[in-house]
């Protein structure tokens, strides 16, 4: 399998106003603290408590955002996951915890097929209409 990234934005919400009309304006920011676990998901919108990886190698691509880098081998294509991001946005913040739901498609993540032959010479017969 190849490399697994997940990416995640970090904003600030802000709010502005011109004339009679408010919007809420957003901003990318950097947080002062980041770290990322990933656990199989729960029931519900919870993770579960088994650990799939802890203390995630995080990235920062550029302002705002950043990515996580997850060992390939260790996700199944038949299991969900959650990789949860703990957030200080600065350095009197309470620590917010933002959880990101996924689950691999392995056809989709590598293009090369791995064969291992055990009987030599190889021999293929190709069947089909002519």
Same mark, same amino acid.
């Given at each position: 399998?190849?490399?697994?990234?997940?990416?995640?934005?970090?904003?600030?919400?802000?709010? !502005? @106003?011109?004339?009679?009309?408010?919007?809420?304006? +957003? $901003?990318?920011?950097? &947080?002062?603290?980041? #770290?990322?676990?990933?656990?199989?998901?729960?029931?519900?919108?919870?993770?579960?408590?088994?650990?799939?990886?802890?203390?995630?190698?995080?990235?920062?691509?550029?302002?705002?955002?950043?990515?996580?880098?997850?060992?390939?081998?260790?996700?199944?294509?038949? !299991? @969900?996951?959650?990789?949860?991001?703990?957030?200080? +946005? $600065?350095?009197?913040? &309470?620590?917010?915890? #933002?959880?990101?739901?996924?689950?691999?498609?392995?056809?989709?993540?590598?293009?090369?097929?791995?064969?291992?032959?055990?009987?030599?010479?190889?021999?293929?017969?190709?069947?089909?209409?002519?």
């Amino acid at each position: 399998m190849g490399q697994l990234k997940l990416y995640k934005k970090f904003y600030c919400v802000g709010v !502005v @106003t011109t004339g009679t009309t408010v919007e809420q304006s +957003y $901003t990318l920011l950097n &947080p002062y603290a980041l #770290i990322a676990n990933t656990y199989t998901a729960g029931s519900g919108a919870t993770e579960s408590t088994t650990v799939i990886e802890s203390s995630l190698t995080i990235t920062q691509e550029s302002t705002g955002v950043y990515f996580a880098d997850l060992n390939p081998y260790l996700y199944a294509s038949d !299991v @969900t996951y959650d990789l949860v991001w703990f957030v200080n +946005y $600065t350095t009197t913040a &309470p620590t917010k915890k #933002i959880s990101t739901r996924f689950r691999i498609n392995v056809n989709s993540v590598t293009n090369q097929i791995e064969i291992e032959y055990i009987n030599y010479p190889l021999e293929i017969e190709v069947l089909g209409k002519y």
